[in-house]
């Protein structure tokens, strides 16, 4: 059974930085497309960034977050990093982390095809 479970989160004032992490478990497919997610209160979940390696490593990011946010990926230790630099009070959320077991052109902050799913990390940035 995959279990992926995020960490990192935490309160931080407007042009700081946060590193969450998503350990994965029960689950080696280096193949996998994994992403992050964010939902704010009253908003719908958007997805924020995705790392593929199949064929060559491949990221997306929303446009929200590009040229901030980094996403990258420890192979060996199963974990998947969102490197979070100047952050806004927008970025304000509880972001999780999603994985399927195979990539693919789907394999964007769009896609739709995520089978697996943190709890969640909260992130609160202040003015």
């Known amino acids: 059974q995959v279990q992926l479970v995020e960490s990192g989160g935490g309160s931080v004032q407007a042009g700081g930085s946060l590193r969450l992490s998503c350990a994965a478990s029960?689950?080696?497919?280096?193949?996998?497309?994994m992403a992050w997610f964010r939902q704010a209160p009253g908003k719908e979940r958007e997805g924020v960034a995705t790392?593929?390696?199949?064929?060559?490593?491949?990221?997306y990011y929303a446009d929200s977050v590009k040229g901030r946010f980094t996403v990258s990926r420890d192979n060996a230790k199963n974990l998947l990093y969102l490197q979070m630099n100047n952050l806004k009070p927008e970025d304000t959320a509880t972001y999780y982390c999603?994985?399927?077991?195979?990539?693919?052109?789907?394999?964007?902050?769009?896609?739709?095809?995520?089978?697996?799913w943190g709890q969640g990390t909260q992130v609160t940035v202040s003015s």
């Open positions: 029960g689950y080696t497919e280096n193949n996998a497309c």
């Open positions: 790392f593929w390696s199949g064929g060559g490593v491949r990221e």
């Open positions: 999603a994985a399927q077991n195979f990539g693919g052109d789907w394999c964007r902050p769009s896609g739709k095809k995520f089978r697996f």
